[in-house]
């Protein structure tokens, strides 16, 4: 009998441990899709806009539709591009799903032409966005920057969460950087250079890499070229130095990061993905560690008491 209690105990407890060492996420009122629209669209180029979504005017009943203004193109990319080319009317639309728990951050565009999907990727990675398939879309070709102020939206409205100006500041900040090297480096693919820009970030939030020692952060740079192949002007490194320590302000989540960029960095061999894998581990490790150590310490007078009293007897 005795045998069976404390089977059923130590089993109990197993389930307890691994309940707590969950992730916890504030409840939210999670909508499976948000479609963010651009204001000033006509008809026809919102019919069109929906074509390329898949989506008819009587689908969206069945979403939660917004939508993004000029004035909000303005108020977040005066200060990386001309105000010419933002232009004055907001077209670029957005499609976001809810996906699977772990499954990242998928990206397709239509009618893009300047933004990558591993812009749009990277640059939502930075803004805390999780687990959704995001569609870019617009009416005809267009640069799509004011993609990703769309996409922050949906995602805001999606999970009741807020994602703060700074954030989606330097998010957008990592958008036009990595555009603009895109542009500028001659004979080196956008997938390099996304995957260096990436890199550099992961070593920021896993507190690899002091943003306060500015040597420092060019010898990771340079550290970084090699790795995926990407030589920068002493320019384009200031660039990317400025970047790095306004990012660092942000608080990203390191783990994550890495976790979803794990896939992107595979072509670049072995020695990088492990390094990787070495930082997810280390931080795994460390909070399951102390959530082990504040679990355990809360428990142990009572079940020390409980058990001295069920073998005393």
Not at 28 to 43: C, P, Q, R, S
Not at 73 to 80: A, C, N, P, Q, T
Not at 177 to 190: C, F, P, R, W
């Amino acid at each position: 009998m005795k045998k069976g209690m404390i089977k059923t105990l130590i089993s109990t407890v197993a389930l307890i441990v691994l309940v707590m060492l969950l992730p916890v996420k504030a409840m939210a009122a999670d909508k499976d899709t948000v479609v963010a629209l651009g204001a000033d669209l006509t008809e026809s180029q919102k019919t069109t806009v929906l074509s390329l979504m898949g989506l008819t005017e009587a689908d969206l009943a069945n979403c939660t539709v917004i939508t993004v203004t000029n004035a909000d193109e303005h108020k977040f990319l005066d200060g990386y591009i001309d105000s010419s080319v933002i232009g004055t009317r907001a077209l670029t639309s957005v499609k976001m799903t809810k996906s699977a728990p772990g499954s990242g951050i998928n990206v397709t565009t239509q009618n893009v032409n300047y933004c990558t999907t591993g812009m749009y990727r990277n640059a939502l990675l930075t803004a805390g966005v999780e687990d959704r398939d995001v569609l870019v879309v617009a009416p005809t070709p267009i640069s799509g920057t004011a993609g990703l102020i769309g996409a922050v939206r949906a995602y805001e409205v999606s999970t009741g969460e807020t994602v703060s100006e700074d954030v989606l500041d330097g998010a957008l900040d990592e958008l036009i950087t990595t555009g603009e090297l895109n542009e500028q480096l001659e004979n080196v693919s956008n997938e390099d250079v996304e995957a260096l820009m990436a890199w550099l970030k992961n070593m920021i939030a896993t507190g690899k890499l002091d943003t306060s020692d500015e040597n420092s952060i060019r010898q990771t740079i340079s550290e970084g070229e090699k790795q995926f192949g990407v030589t920068l002007t002493d320019d384009e490194k200031k660039q990317i130095v400025d970047l790095l320590k306004k990012l660092d302000k942000l608080g990203l989540n390191g783990t994550y990061l890495i976790d979803q960029a794990e896939n992107l960095y595979k072509k670049y061999g072995s020695d990088v993905v492990n390094q990787a894998q070495d930082v997810i581990n280390e931080a795994v490790g460390n909070a399951v560690s102390q959530a082990t150590q504040s679990f355990f310490s809360s428990i142990k007078e009572s079940f020390t008491g409980f058990f001295s009293n069920l073998f005393g007897r």
